[in-house]
C-alpha cells in the first residue's frame, strides 16, 4: 500500500472524538475513457460524438480566439480542477477501492460521494443530458456498489421537466438502489421572445428556472416523488456563467461566490414558493456553497416579512394613505421653484411621483402578497418553514461555519444546518487527508465550540438524509450511531 494510514492527523483527531464523521459531499473524479464506454452503451456511438463535439469541439471555449470569446462572451471555463502533484489523491478520487481504503486515513467513517460530471444535468442537447445522467449514474452505482458499507453515491438528476426528472429519479432508486441524488435545482432557459423571434440568438440570453416559483412547469409531481421514494434532493449548480460571474479570462472570478449566489436562488424560491409548507417531509442539502449566505437570507426574510407583510403594506405603504393636503402644504414650502410647476399633481391619486396606483382590486396588483404561497402569518413560521428543512454544505476551510452556530446572531436564536462537506477530489482540497483536521481547526480557534463540531460533522448531515429514509444509513459503519440520533430528533 503507498500510504501509511498511521500517520494520519485527521485519523488521530478522529480517534479522540466520541461521534462519526460523515462527509455530506465527497466527490469522484470519473474517469473519462470509462465514461464514455457507459455513454456509448446507452446512447450510441454517434451520441458520444454529438457529445465531444459540443464539449470539447469548435464552439468550446478553448478552440476560441480571444476576440471571438469577448464577442461572444464565453466565459472562462474551469481549469486543471484535479489533483496533479499529489497522485495519490487523485488514483483516489478516480478509484472507488482505493478510495474505500483512505477513509480512515482521511478520518471519515462514510461518505455521500458525488459526481464531478456537471456537463450532463445542464445540457440543452436532451439525448446528451439524459444519456449523460444515465451513464453517470449508472457507472458509480458499478464502482461503488461493493463499498455501500462506507461510501454512496448520489445520482444525478437532470429537471430540464419534471417528468425526465421523475423518470431519472425512478430509475436510480428503484432500479440502481441509490438512495441519495444530486438534483438540478435550477435550468437556464432560453427567453422565449428571443428564442421565438431569434432563436439563432437564444443561446446567448437565459432565464433562469428555480423549480418553485414562476416556473416553466409545475414541479410538484417531482417533490411528491421525492416524499414516496424518500429522498432529499442536494443541490449543486453553480452560478458561473450567469450575472457578474461572466468573465471570459478568469475562472476565480467566475467561480468565487458562485454556489452561493445559485443555492441562494434555489432556496429563496423553495421557500417563498411554499415547497416546503405543500411538502413538510422533504429535506434539502445545499452544496459548496458554504452557509453565510443562509444566514443572510434567513434574516432578510424577517426583516422583509416584518416590511412587507399586506398589513404592514396597508398601514405603512399603500399610497392612498398620502395626506394629499399636507404632502401640498410641504412641497409649496419647501419645493421652491422646481416644484411650481407640478403642485396639481400632488391633488390626483395618478401618483406620477410614486410611479404607482393605490388600492388593492387593480389587475395590475393581482399578486401583491409575496407570502401567499408559503402561508406566512407570523414570524414563527419562517422558523419552521426552513430551520429544519434545509441544510448547507460548507468546506473545511470556511470560517463563516460560525455564523450558523451563532445563535445570538440570528432571528429566534436558532442555529442553521450547515454540514461537513469535503470536497476531496477537487482543486481546493489539495490533500485528502487534512480536511478533518482543517475543519476542527475552529474549535481551536474557539469559532464554534465541541458541540457544534458534532453537528456539524455529524447530526446534521444524519438529519438531513435520515429524516427523509429512516434507513438511509442502514447496513453501513455508523448505523448503530445514526439510529440514536434519529430517536432524538423523534423525541
Known amino acids: 500500500m503507498p500510504f501509511d494510514q498511521t500517520d494520519s492527523a485527521s485519523l488521530k483527531l478522529r480517534q479522540k472524538l466520541n461521534h462519526p464523521i460523515v462527509d455530506g459531499d465527497g466527490h469522484t473524479q470519473e474517469y473519462h475513457p470509462v465514461l464514455l464506454d457507459y455513454l456509448k452503451e446507452i446512447g450510441g456511438s454517434k451520441l458520444v460524438a ?6 470539447f469541439g469548435a464552439s468550446s471555449w478553448q478552440k476560441q480566439s480571444r476576440e471571438e470569446r469577448f464577442d461572444k462572451q464565453t466565459r472562462r471555463p474551469p481549469f486543471w480542477t484535479m489533483p496533479s502533484k499529489n497522485t495519490l489523491d487523485l488514483a483516489t478520487a478516480m478509484l472507488p477501492n482505493l478510495f474505500r481504503a483512505r477513509l480512515d486515513e482521511m478520518g471519515i467513517d462514510f461518505a455521500v460521494v458525488y459526481s464531478s460530471q456537471f456537463f450532463f444535468s445542464t445540457c440543452r442537447d436532451e439525448e446528451i443530458r439524459l444519456a449523460g445522467c444515465r451513464a453517470v449514474n449508472t457507472m458509480n452505482r458499478d464502482l461503488f456498489g461493493p463499498y455501500a458499507d462506507r461510501m454512496t453515491p448520489a445520482a444525478v438528476i437532470p429537471s430540464w421537466t419534471p417528468e425526465e426528472a421523475i423518470e431519472e429519479l425512478e430509475f436510480s432508486i428503484n432500479t440502481l438502489g441509490l438512495k441519495a441524488i444530486q438534483l438540478t435545482n435550477l435550468n437556464f432557459r432560453p427567453v422565449p421572445i428571443i428564442e421565438r423571434e431569434a432563436p439563432e440568438m437564444s443561446g446567448y440570453v437565459s432565464w433562469i428556472d ?38 471570459t479570462t478568469n475562472y476565480v472570478y467566475n467561480h468565487i461566490g458562485s454556489f452561493a449566489a445559485a443555492n441562494d436562488a434555489s432556496c429563496k424560491a423553495l421557500f417563498l414558493g411554499g415547497v416546503t409548507r405543500r411538502f413538510p417531509e422533504l429535506r434539502f442539502g445545499f452544496l459548496e456553497g458554504g452557509v453565510s449566505w443562509a444566514v443572510t437570507l434567513y434574516n432578510d426574510l424577517f426583516e422583509h416579512w416584518e416590511k412587507r407583510n399586506m398589513k404592514a403594506l396597508q398601514e405603512n405603504l399603500d399610497p392612498a394613505r398620502i395626506d394629499r393636503d399636507l404632502l401640498r402644504e410641504l412641497v409649496t414650502k419647501y419645493g421652491g421653484d422646481t416644484y411650481a410647476d407640478y403642485l396639481d399633481d ?26 401567499a404561497a408559503c402561508g406566512i402569518e407570523k414570524e414563527e413560521d419562517i422558523v419552521d418553514l426552513f430551520i429544519p428543512k434545509f441544510f448547507f454544505g460548507c468546506e473545511a476551510d470556511d470560517r463563516t461555519i460560525a455564523m450558523a452556530f451563532n445563535s445570538r446572531m440570528n432571528h429566534e436564536d436558532v442555529r442553521l444546518g450547515a454540514m461537513f462537506s469535503s470536497d476531496v477530489s ?61 430517536a432524538t430528533s423523534e423525541e
Open 426 to 486: 477537487h482543486w481546493d482540497v489539495p490533500d485528502m487527508t487534512e480536511t478533518l483536521v482543517q475543519a476542527h481547526s475552529l474549535v481551536e480557534k474557539e469559532l464554534i465550540d465541541d458541540n457544534d463540531f458534532r453537528d456539524f460533522t455529524f447530526t446534521n448531515i444524519v438529519r438531513l438524509h435520515g429524516e427523509v429514509n429512516p434507513n438511509f444509513f442502514k447496513g453501513t459503519s455508523v448505523e448503530d450511531a445514526v439510529t440514536k440520533i434519529l
Open 50 to 55: 454529438r457529445y465531444k463535439e459540443l464539449r
Open 210 to 247: 428555480p423549480l418553485a416559483l414562476d416556473s416553466l412547469y409545475d414541479y410538484d409531481p417531482l417533490w411528491q416523488k421525492c416524499v414516496d421514494l424518500k429522498v432529499a434532493p442536494t443541490c449543486h449548480v453553480g452560478g458561473q456563467g450567469w450575472g457578474a460571474r461572466r468573465s
Open 346 to 371: 400632488f391633488n390626483t391619486h395618478d401618483d406620477k411621483m410614486m410611479g404607482a396606483r393605490p388600492g388593492f382590486n387593480v389587475e395590475d396588483y393581482d399578486c401583491m402578497d409575496d407570502w
